[in-house]
Each structure stands twice: as structure tokens, then as C-alpha cells.
């Protein structure tokens, strides 16, 4: 065996009056036949003994870690376990290390010993299972809170006994008072994997019990940490006990007997409305402008003898032709891919970087823009509606043409009147194809400066008004804005701090942008009077510009639609608990719920975050159109089926249906994110692998969603919706005209009729003159 010298010294010790323990599984046994001989048969109770224990797990998955895990659960829990409930001898890893150090139980003691326990009586906790256990005793794995595990272990090791969970809990800092939402959360996992090891394992629990009633005494802690249901502030006199959130959270778990599916989390059967726009959204298109073969003028010979390789001739050309969309293979790729996914619209950005190299027209990449046009038209062609963005920050520069990005960027007011002439050339140039534009896709607000955010604001709605004014009525387009609107939910829903914090990171975090534009012209009263009180007391100086009469006016209102980006939701409080997720600045505490599916990134899925914030742009901003321009989430490469995606576009897209049918919300689209892994890895719903696209099976599931227009039931009634027609300026002088062209037909017929009858008619004639 390996075990170390410092292992068994430091056993040697710890069993160094061993033989009194051997009084321990005795004193306990003769109480339970004490019990059991006299007692039981008038009073029909139950004895068992308390025992602690840990759960470990292999640090590899190697025999050698698994067995050092199970000798990790015998010394701490089979020392007492196994006597009892087993055979009334200690575990075979305690006996095979401890040989000379542990004592001999005769038979006798076996078998009084054995089966002296009405019940495993389970104790399980940060303090009592964790913090005291000697690293030693760990045998260099793993530690885990997995409470399922170790109840599962219990069962299989022990016979599965009846468990009584006797003492659980975890623990919050000793500063926090009355909402403890990490103490809620650990809660709600502890007795969620209780309920999981019944219905899903077959264990046998019976009870469960928290620890504590109060906080008190934390042993070697103290009062550094409290644990208890009632708040006691040790500094008063009359020790007075104030019932914490959690006492909430368990008084309604007790009610309900556990987590009952909630009528308002439970899918809904029904459709999208006709002409509902389904997308896909890829952060940039793939640019390929490699010119064809076709283009080439110069003329090749083959060396079929030597290197087998193409010549070229000099001296020798052919006509040139001109340049055709259908010579840049990429977009024929990209669109079969697109086409395969029965996606009605197709979102991505634009490179302001790569179109406008200096940020003005002094130099423009007319090869790019060429390849933007191709793009679009072929998209109108095969019927999807291209979705443009004229900007959206990434890392390098955040996408900038590099002069603008060194001179201040967005913080620079020039950078305002760039970006308004730089979205006249592309309205200009690709206007005709492009009826859905997106000003700044997705700005970062939580890397923007007040003054940059002042300034970006300013830039769309002057693109805005230019597109209103100048090429509205031409294009007969649509342009607004998008932003990311993850939801922001108070980590206790019984605190009204909590939900003071909640709205307030809200206004921060959408109400920033969204509120000039779609509201009052200003920014949220939330975020100046919030500022002004932050920097009445001097701890920071953050100025929040104005705007002027004049700017108001222009900003507001400077929308077609409300575009939106949602991935996830967050949990957020006020009570400091954890100082690494804790804003200063915004007094707020980050919470994670551990019971939350999580992304390999650790993005929860929250599917009914997606309706709250849809309700709550509503409430906010009336009966705006809304688009959802972005939702998806990561997940792991290497799997082969993308079970977690799967799961995450069912519910979120069902969660939208629910804001639509049963919010009112005038939600008019759907786009997912991403297209590929490519240009997106971990999120596309085609992988990449070895230069070739494969669909994964969340392609497939969202385009049957498609195909369905959502989630029809067998009581939905059949909607035949019209067939939706090309949208490209070609095919609408065409549609717009078919009596005309039904006219012109019929006169040419009529034409070549005569033409032929006069012509058969003269000859018949002149026969019979001969």
C-alpha cells in the first residue's frame, strides 16, 4: 500500500487511545439494546448514532485514486459505520494500514454490535464535515459537496438503510444579517440532490433537518461565520433572534414538500404569428475575395510531362469580363448553409475597419464592399433578409478604423461624425440589397466611459435621422439599435434591498442606452441621482454628461424597433458576502445559484430571464416591435450531440412564445447565435472541422421549430400563413407588375399567332394561283 511515513505518524497519533474508541460503537450498542429490550415495545421509537462524514472524489480516474477515495470515506465514515450497520468490525483499509493500532473486536462483540442502528443518521456541512477534516485524511484527492454522491454511497455500502439527514447546511460570512442568499442557495442544492438521491437513486431518506436553528459558536471559526435560520446580534444585550430570508425559503419549501414545477415555468403550446422572423447570427461573414479562375486573362498551358503544373503564356491574353457575384465561392457555401437551416434572416456586422481603412471615403476598400453587396443580394435571392450592423466593438481597437481608435475612440467627439459619414456610404452602397440595419451592435457597457457612451448615443441617432431623411422613402428600410439585456434578478425574492439593487443594475446595464433613446431623451433617474449620491461622499468622481434640449430631441425617438441580445441571467444583492464578486462601486453583491444548469464557461441557462426582460422592455417602453438579434450559449466542442443547446433554444424560444401570447409583448424575432463554430467557437450550430461544415443537432432541432412556426399542440388551431416571396428589388419590379407583363405576353402571343397565320394563309394562296 502506499502510505506515508507523515500519514501514519499522524494516525498514530490521532489513534494513539484508540482503544477507547473501541467504548464508542459499544457505549452505543448496549444503549441501543437497553432501548430495544426495554423501552421500545411501550414507547415504539427509533435509536440510531449521528455520524459525519465528507464526500470525496478521485483526482484521476485511475484504480489506485478510486481506492484512496474509499479508504478516504472508511477512516472518516466506516470507522463507526461499518461495525454497525455491516459486520461489527472496522472497514478492510483501516485494518490493512492501522494493523498494530487498532483493536480486535471478539465475535461476541460482533455480534452485539451489529445492526445496532434503526436508522443511518447522517450529518453533513461546511463546518462538521469539511473545515475540521485533516488534510490527511483526504489521501490526496479530491473534496466535493456532492450530498447525492455520498448518499448514494451510503446506500450501496451500507445495505441502503433509511437515511435521516440530521444536520446540513452551509455557511455566510458573519457580517451578513438578514438576507443570506449564498446560505439560500447552498440550501436549495443540498436539498435538491435529497430529493434527487430518492427519486432518481433509490436511496431511502426520510428526513431532512437544517443546522442551525440560530447562529451561535462556530468552533474553531467563531463568530466569524454564521449558520443559522434566525440572525443574533452577539453585540446586543438581549440577544434578540430576526428571522433571515432563509427562514422564508424554508418555510415555503416545507409548504410545498419540496420544489413543485411552477405553473408559469411549464411549456406552452402555441404558434409565432405569420411573417415571424426567424435568424441566425454570425458575428462577421467569412470574406473571401480570392478572384475566380474566370477573371484570369492570361492563357495556361499544362506540362503533362514534367511538373505537371500550369504554364502561363506570355504574351498571350484573353477578353476580360467583368466581376459576378457568383465568382466568390464563400458566399455560395455560407448561403447553402443558411438555406439548409430555413432561416428567414441572417444578422451580421460589417467591418468599419476594413470598409473605410482611414475612417473616411479618402479611402475606401471597394473590393470588400463589392463582396458585402454580393453577399446581400445573394441572401434576397434565396429569400432571407439580410440584417446589417454598421458596428460592433470586438477586442483589437473594438473595431475602429485605427485612426479613430488611437485618438480616443468613442471618447473623441470626431469619432461621432465619422461613424454618421461612414453609415451614409454603406446606406449608399448597400442599401438597395439592405432593409434591416443595426447601428452599434451590442456596445459594451460595462467597458464604456460615460463620455464615450454620451457620444455613441449621439452617433446612432444622427445615423438615424440621416437614413430617415435621406434614404427612408428610397429603400423603404428599417434602423435601430441592439442591446444586450441580460436579466437581473434579486438573489433573495424576499428582500426589498434586493430588489432595489436588481433595478438599479438594470437601468445600469440597459437603461443606460435604451432610455434616451426609447424613453425621455435622458438618461435614468436611477443613474444621476445614483452618481450624485456616490460622489456627494467623495469616493468617486463620475461625471454623467447632459444633454441639451436640442440633443434630446434628437435622440428620442431615434427608433424603428427595440433589438435586443440575451444569453443569461444574473443574481444579484446587497449584503457583502464575497469580496472578489462584490461591485463597490454599484454596492452589489454577484450570487450564483449552484443548482442553475451551467455552460462549460459557466453562463447559467435561465430561460424565464428571457420573458422578464421582455416584460420588462414593455413596461418600460410601451408596445414597441422587438427583436431578440442574439441568443444562444457555449458548449463543449468535443461533444458530438450539443444536448446543452438543444435544451437551451427549446425553452428559451418557448419562454419567448409566452411573452408573445401570453405578455403582449409585441415580439417580432427570433435569432439565434451562432452560425458556426468558425467564427464563433464553442457556439455555432455548425461545427468546423477539417475545412468543412457539419450541421450539429441543435441546427436540426431549431430548424423543425421553424418549420412548426413554434410549438404547435394538437389543440392549435392551423394557420395557412402566405408564402413568403423574394424580396430583392429585381423580383419586386417583376411582382409589382404582372398585368402589365400578363398584357405585354398576351399581345406577343397574339402577335406571333397572326404573323404565323398570314404567313401559312399566303403561301396556300399562292399554290393555288400556280
Same mark, same amino acid.
Given at each position: 500500500?502506499?502510505?506515508?511515513w507523515?500519514?501514519?505518524?499522524?494516525?498514530?497519533?490521532?489513534?494513539?487511545?484508540?482503544?477507547?474508541?473501541?467504548?464508542?460503537?459499544?457505549?452505543?450498542? %448496549?444503549?441501543?439494546?437497553?432501548?430495544?429490550?426495554?423501552?421500545r415495545?411501550?414507547?415504539?421509537?427509533?435509536?440510531?448514532?449521528?455520524?459525519?462524514?465528507?464526500?470525496?472524489?478521485?483526482?484521476?480516474?485511475?484504480?489506485?485514486?478510486?481506492?484512496?477515495c474509499?479508504?478516504s470515506?472508511?477512516?472518516?465514515l466506516?470507522?463507526?459505520?461499518?461495525?454497525?450497520?455491516?459486520?461489527?468490525?472496522?472497514?478492510?483499509?483501516?485494518?490493512?494500514?492501522?494493523?498494530?493500532?487498532?483493536?480486535?473486536?471478539s465475535?461476541?462483540?460482533?455480534?452485539?454490535?451489529?445492526?445496532?442502528?434503526?436508522f443511518?443518521?447522517?450529518?453533513?456541512?461546511?463546518?462538521?464535515?469539511?473545515?475540521?477534516?485533516?488534510?490527511?485524511?483526504k489521501?490526496?484527492?479530491?473534496?466535493?459537496?456532492?450530498?447525492?454522491?455520498?448518499?448514494?454511497?451510503?446506500?450501496?455500502?451500507?445495505n441502503?438503510?433509511?437515511?435521516?439527514i440530521?444536520?446540513?447546511?452551509?455557511?455566510?460570512?458573519?457580517?451578513? %444579517?438578514?438576507?443570506?442568499?449564498?446560505?439560500?442557495?447552498?440550501?436549495?442544492?443540498?436539498?435538491m440532490?435529497?430529493?434527487?438521491?430518492?427519486?432518481?437513486?433509490?436511496?431511502?431518506?426520510?428526513?431532512?433537518?437544517?443546522?442551525?436553528?440560530?447562529?451561535?459558536?462556530?468552533?474553531?471559526?467563531?463568530?466569524?461565520?454564521r449558520?443559522?435560520?434566525?440572525?443574533?446580534?452577539?453585540?446586543?444585550?438581549?440577544?434578540?433572534?430576526?428571522?433571515?430570508?432563509?427562514?422564508?425559503?424554508?418555510?415555503?419549501?416545507?409548504?410545498?414538500?419540496?420544489?413543485?414545477?411552477?405553473?408559469?415555468?411549464?411549456?406552452?403550446?402555441?404558434?409565432?404569428?405569420?411573417?415571424?422572423?426567424?435568424?441566425?447570427?454570425?458575428?462577421?461573414?467569412?470574406?473571401?475575395?480570392?478572384?475566380?479562375?474566370?477573371?484570369?486573362?492570361?492563357?495556361?498551358?499544362?506540362?503533362?510531362?514534367?511538373?505537371?503544373?500550369?504554364?502561363?503564356?506570355?504574351?498571350?491574353?484573353?477578353?476580360?469580363?467583368?466581376?459576378?457575384?457568383?465568382?466568390?465561392?464563400?458566399?455560395?457555401?455560407?448561403?447553402?448553409?443558411?438555406?439548409?437551416?430555413?432561416?428567414?434572416?441572417?444578422?451580421?456586422?460589417?467591418?468599419?475597419?476594413?470598409?473605410?481603412?482611414?475612417?473616411?471615403?479618402?479611402l475606401?476598400?471597394?473590393?470588400?464592399?463589392?463582396?458585402?453587396?454580393?453577399?446581400?443580394?445573394?441572401?434576397?435571392?434565396?429569400?432571407?433578409?439580410?440584417?446589417?450592423?454598421?458596428?460592433?466593438?470586438m477586442?483589437?481597437?473594438?473595431?475602429?478604423?485605427?485612426?479613430?481608435?488611437?485618438?480616443?475612440?468613442?471618447?473623441?467627439?470626431?469619432?461621432?461624425?465619422?461613424?454618421?459619414?461612414?453609415?451614409?456610404?454603406?446606406?449608399?452602397?448597400?442599401?438597395?440589397?439592405?432593409?434591416?440595419?443595426?447601428?452599434?451592435?451590442?456596445?459594451?457597457?460595462?467597458?464604456?466611459?460615460?463620455?464615450?457612451?454620451?457620444?455613441?448615443?449621439?452617433?446612432h441617432?444622427?445615423?438615424?435621422?440621416?437614413?430617415d431623411?435621406?434614404?427612408?422613402?428610397?429603400?423603404?428600410?428599417?434602423?435601430?439599435?441592439?442591446?444586450?439585456?441580460?436579466?437581473?434578478?434579486?438573489?433573495?425574492?424576499f428582500?426589498?434591498?434586493?430588489?432595489?439593487?436588481?433595478?438599479?443594475?438594470?437601468?445600469?446595464?440597459?437603461?443606460?442606452?435604451?432610455?434616451?433613446?426609447?424613453?425621455?431623451?435622458?438618461?435614468?433617474?436611477?443613474?444621476r441621482?445614483?452618481?450624485?449620491?456616490?460622489?456627494?461622499?467623495?469616493?468617486?468622481?463620475?461625471?454623467?454628461?447632459?444633454?441639451s434640449?436640442?440633443?434630446? %430631441?434628437?435622440?428620442?425617438?431615434?427608433?424603428?424597433?427595440?433589438?435586443?441580445?440575451?444569453?443569461t441571467?444574473?443574481?444579484?444583492?446587497?449584503?457583502?458576502?464575497?469580496?472578489?464578486?462584490?461591485?463597490?462601486?454599484?454596492?452589489?453583491?454577484?450570487?450564483?445559484?449552484?443548482?442553475?444548469?451551467?455552460?462549460?464557461?459557466?453562463?447559467?441557462?435561465?430561460?424565464?430571464?428571457?420573458?422578464?426582460?421582455?416584460?420588462?422592455?414593455?413596461?418600460?417602453?410601451?408596445?414597441?416591435?422587438?427583436?431578440?438579434?442574439?441568443?444562444?450559449i457555449?458548449?463543449?466542442?468535443?461533444?458530438?450531440?450539443?444536448?446543452?443547446?438543444?435544451?437551451?433554444?427549446?425553452?428559451?424560444?418557448?419562454?419567448?412564445l409566452?411573452?408573445?401570447?401570453?405578455?403582449?409583448?409585441?415580439?417580432?424575432?427570433?435569432?439565434v447565435?451562432?452560425?458556426?463554430?468558425?467564427?464563433?467557437?464553442?457556439?455555432?450550430?455548425?461545427?468546423?472541422?477539417?475545412?468543412?461544415?457539419?450541421?450539429?443537432?441543435?441546427?436540426?432541432?431549431?430548424?423543425?421549430?421553424?418549420?412548426?412556426?413554434?410549438?404547435?399542440?394538437?389543440?392549435?388551431?392551423?394557420?395557412?400563413?402566405?408564402?413568403?416571396?423574394?424580396?430583392?428589388?429585381?423580383?419586386?419590379?417583376?411582382?409589382?407588375?404582372?398585368?402589365?407583363?400578363?398584357?405585354?405576353?398576351?399581345?406577343?402571343?397574339?402577335?406571333?399567332?397572326?404573323?404565323?397565320?398570314?404567313?401559312?394563309?399566303?403561301?396556300r394562296?399562292?399554290?393555288?394561283?400556280?
Amino acid at each position: 500500500m502506499d502510505f506515508t511515513w507523515d500519514k501514519l505518524q499522524y494516525l498514530k497519533w490521532n489513534f494513539r487511545h484508540i482503544n477507547d474508541s473501541l467504548s464508542f460503537p459499544q457505549a452505543h450498542a %448496549k444503549v441501543w439494546h437497553l432501548y430495544n429490550d426495554h423501552f421500545r415495545p411501550t414507547q415504539k421509537g427509533k435509536v440510531s448514532i449521528a455520524l459525519s462524514s465528507h464526500w470525496i472524489k478521485p483526482q484521476h480516474m485511475t484504480e489506485k485514486n478510486i481506492k484512496e477515495c474509499q479508504k478516504s470515506l472508511d477512516f472518516v465514515l466506516g470507522w463507526f459505520a461499518k461495525p454497525i450497520f455491516i459486520d461489527g468490525d472496522y472497514p478492510e483499509s483501516m485494518r490493512s494500514n492501522l494493523s498494530s493500532l487498532l483493536p480486535e473486536f471478539s465475535e461476541e462483540d460482533k455480534k452485539y454490535i451489529k445492526g445496532t442502528a434503526d436508522f443511518f443518521a447522517l450529518s453533513f456541512g461546511a463546518t462538521l464535515s469539511f473545515q475540521l477534516l485533516d488534510s490527511h485524511m483526504k489521501f490526496q484527492q479530491l473534496e466535493s459537496i456532492s450530498l447525492r454522491q455520498l448518499l448514494y454511497w451510503i446506500s450501496t455500502e451500507y445495505n441502503n438503510p433509511p437515511v435521516f439527514i440530521v444536520e446540513n447546511s452551509w455557511f455566510v460570512s458573519g457580517t451578513t %444579517k438578514r438576507d443570506d442568499a449564498k446560505y439560500i442557495y447552498y440550501l436549495k442544492k443540498f436539498i435538491m440532490e435529497t430529493l434527487k438521491a430518492i427519486r432518481y437513486d433509490g436511496v431511502n431518506v426520510f428526513g431532512y433537518t437544517v443546522w442551525s436553528l440560530l447562529d451561535g459558536f462556530e468552533w474553531h471559526r467563531g463568530y466569524s461565520i454564521r449558520r443559522g435560520l434566525f440572525y443574533v446580534d452577539f453585540q446586543s444585550h438581549d440577544k434578540k433572534l430576526i428571522p433571515k430570508s432563509s427562514v422564508l425559503f424554508y418555510q415555503k419549501l416545507i409548504e410545498k414538500n419540496g420544489f413543485p414545477p411552477l405553473p408559469e415555468n411549464q411549456p406552452i403550446a402555441e404558434v409565432f404569428p405569420c411573417g415571424f422572423a426567424w435568424g441566425i447570427v454570425d458575428n462577421y461573414i467569412q470574406v473571401d475575395t480570392t478572384p475566380a479562375q474566370f477573371l484570369d486573362s492570361n492563357v495556361y498551358v499544362w506540362d503533362v510531362h514534367q511538373t505537371k503544373k500550369l504554364i502561363k503564356v506570355d504574351g498571350v491574353f484573353t477578353s476580360k469580363r467583368k466581376h459576378h457575384c457568383v465568382d466568390f465561392a464563400a458566399i455560395r457555401l455560407q448561403i447553402s448553409l443558411l438555406q439548409e437551416m430555413h432561416v428567414t434572416h441572417f444578422h451580421f456586422a460589417l467591418k468599419w475597419s476594413s470598409v473605410l481603412p482611414l475612417g473616411n471615403i479618402s479611402l475606401i476598400n471597394h473590393t470588400l464592399v463589392h463582396y458585402y453587396q454580393c453577399f446581400a443580394s445573394e441572401l434576397l435571392r434565396v429569400n432571407i433578409t439580410p440584417v446589417v450592423a454598421l458596428w460592433q466593438p470586438m477586442a483589437e481597437n473594438q473595431e475602429l478604423p485605427t485612426y479613430l481608435a488611437k485618438y480616443g475612440a468613442w471618447e473623441n467627439s470626431e469619432t461621432v461624425q465619422a461613424f454618421v459619414e461612414y453609415a451614409k456610404f454603406c446606406f449608399a452602397s448597400l442599401g438597395n440589397h439592405v432593409k434591416f440595419w443595426i447601428t452599434m451592435n451590442e456596445p459594451s457597457v460595462k467597458n464604456l466611459t460615460y463620455t464615450a457612451g454620451h457620444n455613441l448615443l449621439k452617433a446612432h441617432a444622427k445615423a438615424w435621422h440621416l437614413y430617415d431623411k435621406e434614404f427612408r422613402r428610397s429603400q423603404k428600410g428599417k434602423i435601430s439599435i441592439a442591446l444586450q439585456a441580460d436579466w437581473v434578478e434579486p438573489a433573495c425574492p424576499f428582500s426589498r434591498n434586493d430588489q432595489e439593487v436588481a433595478d438599479r443594475i438594470l437601468e445600469f446595464d440597459i437603461g443606460w442606452l435604451a432610455e434616451p433613446i426609447f424613453g425621455n431623451g435622458d438618461y435614468p433617474h436611477v443613474m444621476r441621482s445614483w452618481l450624485h449620491q456616490r460622489n456627494s461622499i467623495d469616493l468617486y468622481n463620475f461625471h454623467l454628461p447632459s444633454f441639451s434640449e436640442d440633443e434630446k %430631441k434628437l435622440i428620442q425617438g431615434s427608433f424603428d424597433f427595440f433589438a435586443l441580445s440575451h444569453y443569461t441571467t444574473t443574481l444579484v444583492g446587497w449584503e457583502k458576502e464575497d469580496a472578489l464578486k462584490y461591485d463597490h462601486y454599484l454596492e452589489v453583491q454577484m450570487i450564483n445559484d449552484i443548482t442553475w444548469l451551467h455552460s462549460p464557461s459557466r453562463a447559467a441557462v435561465v430561460p424565464w430571464g428571457l420573458r422578464k426582460v421582455l416584460k420588462w422592455v414593455k413596461s418600460k417602453y410601451g408596445d414597441v416591435p422587438v427583436y431578440v438579434i442574439a441568443n444562444g450559449i457555449d458548449d463543449d466542442q468535443n461533444l458530438v450531440h450539443d444536448k446543452l443547446r438543444v435544451h437551451y433554444i427549446q425553452n428559451y424560444i418557448n419562454e419567448a412564445l409566452k411573452a408573445y401570447t401570453l405578455d403582449n409583448v409585441n415580439l417580432q424575432g427570433y435569432f439565434v447565435y451562432s452560425f458556426n463554430d468558425k467564427t464563433a467557437p464553442k457556439y455555432g450550430l455548425y461545427s468546423y472541422v477539417a475545412n468543412q461544415y457539419e450541421p450539429k443537432p441543435s441546427m436540426k432541432h431549431y430548424r423543425e421549430i421553424i418549420d412548426n412556426n413554434g410549438f404547435p399542440g394538437p389543440d392549435t388551431a392551423e394557420v395557412l400563413c402566405p408564402e413568403d416571396t423574394a424580396l430583392c428589388p429585381e423580383c419586386h419590379f417583376f411582382r409589382t407588375r404582372k398585368s402589365l407583363f400578363a398584357f405585354i405576353s398576351f399581345i406577343f402571343v397574339a402577335f406571333i399567332v397572326t404573323i404565323f397565320l398570314i404567313t401559312y394563309y399566303s403561301k396556300r394562296a399562292e399554290r393555288r394561283c400556280k
